[in-house]
């Protein structure tokens, strides 16, 4: 069973900026896909980027269209902890944002967008100001 805990959202003004963090223990599998997802009131889960754990210096990204340039995902694999840097943040970004986990048994990546993962943490609130 893998525990996600997310961490470092709050309250910005637009323009500003966060670093979420969320910290994962007990995993047994070697390679995974993890990636952090939002929801705002009255709308569906949607993905904001997401890593594979095989990435070489976090290359194997995928971010959704709105986020590109603004936001970057990385994991610390010494760490077991996955971080969302956001810069530029716009009151559209508002949403609570969940850390997920899925385990890849394949050859190659099963990173997508699809908030179809196996784990996910509890989520940490983000709120942009205009």
């Known amino acids: 069973q893998v525990q996600l805990v997310e961490s470092g959202g709050g309250s910005v003004q637009s323009g500003g900026s966060l670093r979420l963090s969320c910290a994962a223990s007990?995993?047994?599998?070697?390679?995974?896909?993890m990636g952090w997802f939002r929801q705002a009131p009255g709308k569906e889960r949607e993905g904001v980027a997401v890593?594979?754990?095989?990435?070489?210096?976090?290359?194997?990204?995928i971010y959704t269209n709105s986020v590109k340039g603004r936001f970057t995902i990385s994991l610390d694999n010494a760490k077991n902890t996955l971080y969302l840097q956001m810069n530029g943040l716009k009151p559209e970004d508002t949403a609570m944002y969940y850390c997920?986990?899925?385990?890849?048994w394949g050859l190659g990546s099963n990173c997508r967008l699809l908030p179809d993962f196996r784990y996910w943490g509890q989520g940490t609130q983000v709120t942009v100001s205009s």
């Open positions: 997920a986990a899925d385990p890849n």
């Open positions: 007990g995993s047994s599998y070697s390679r995974y896909c």
């Open positions: 890593i594979d754990s095989d990435s070489i210096n976090n290359s194997n990204t």
